[in-house]
């Protein structure tokens, strides 16, 4: 496994990250409870660090069995989530990218994985209803409670016309992950990036560019250790 810089924030990510859509079954398909746990196994045991999940996905079973697999030493991984569909149907407040469903979610989020932080919490769509300017305080909101150290859009998100700018904060200075800008060109700068991104998961490669200020050099660092027996 190789490692790289996650951008100018100094954290160190595998080159390669685990998706995990398809940890549980409730859709009707994807992968057992034992079977994400060997895909998991087998990604930890290669170096892989980085991890991405939605509050969404599977109906929230992902982040449950993702949350159990995590307990051993959660704070070794790089974890992402992401909020902004829908999870109750009738419930017009419970998905959007509204203050009251990001809590909520994120809350929710927290539960499941059975921590009281998130490394990275993603934008997972645009709602075209909420403020980008408020959507950038209550994610700052976040960063200053030490809920979500980094922030960042999915690719909806990311190819939106809209551009959003956070409030001038202590979290800007001291977090250098902080979003400044959510700008329609991420997609197309992405296109001529650099070697280095390949391997991550689009979701990420969709903000990382503008989100946390362009990604850096590979990292020589020891393979990963069998840690799950």
């Known amino acids: 496994m190789r490692y790289i810089l996650l ?3 100094g954290l160190r990510v595998s080159e390669l990250a685990l998706g995990t859509m398809t940890f549980g079954t409730d859709w009707g398909w994807g992968a057992s409870e034992s079977e994400s746990t060997k895909q998991f196994e087998l990604f930890a045991e290669a170096g892989g660090t980085l991890i991405d999940t939605a509050n969404k996905y599977t109906n929230g079973s992902a982040e449950s069995i993702l949350g159990e697999l995590l307990a051993a030493d959660r704070d070794h991984f790089v974890v992402g989530t992401k909020y902004s569909l829908n999870v109750r149907d009738g419930d017009l407040n419970a998905g959007g990218n509204h203050r009251k469903s990001l809590v909520q979610s994120l809350e929710a989020s ?5 921590t009281d932080y998130v490394d990275i919490l993603w934008l997972h769509a645009w709602d075209y ?3 980008p300017e408020e959507v950038m305080r209550a994610l700052d909101d976040q960063v200053r409670l030490g809920k979500v150290p980094a922030r960042g859009c999915a690719p909806r998100a990311a190819s939106s016309r ?3 700018h956070a409030p001038r904060s202590s ?3 001291t ?3 902080s979003m400044s800008t959510c700008p329609s060109e991420a ?3 992405l296109d001529r990036a650099s070697p280095v991104t390949r391997g991550f998961p689009h979701d990420f490669l969709a903000s990382a560019d503008y989100t946390l200020g362009g990604m850096s050099a590979h990292l020589d660092m020891p393979p990963g250790r ?3 027996g």
């Open 7 to 9: 951008g100018n924030s």
């Open 110 to 114: 927290l539960r499941r994985l059975r």
């Open 129 to 131: 209803l909420t403020p």
């Open 162 to 164: 809209s551009s959003a």
């Open 171 to 173: 979290s800007q200075t």
């Open 175 to 177: 977090s250098p992950a």
């Open 187 to 189: 997609l197309t700068r």
């Open 226 to 228: 069998a840690r799950y």
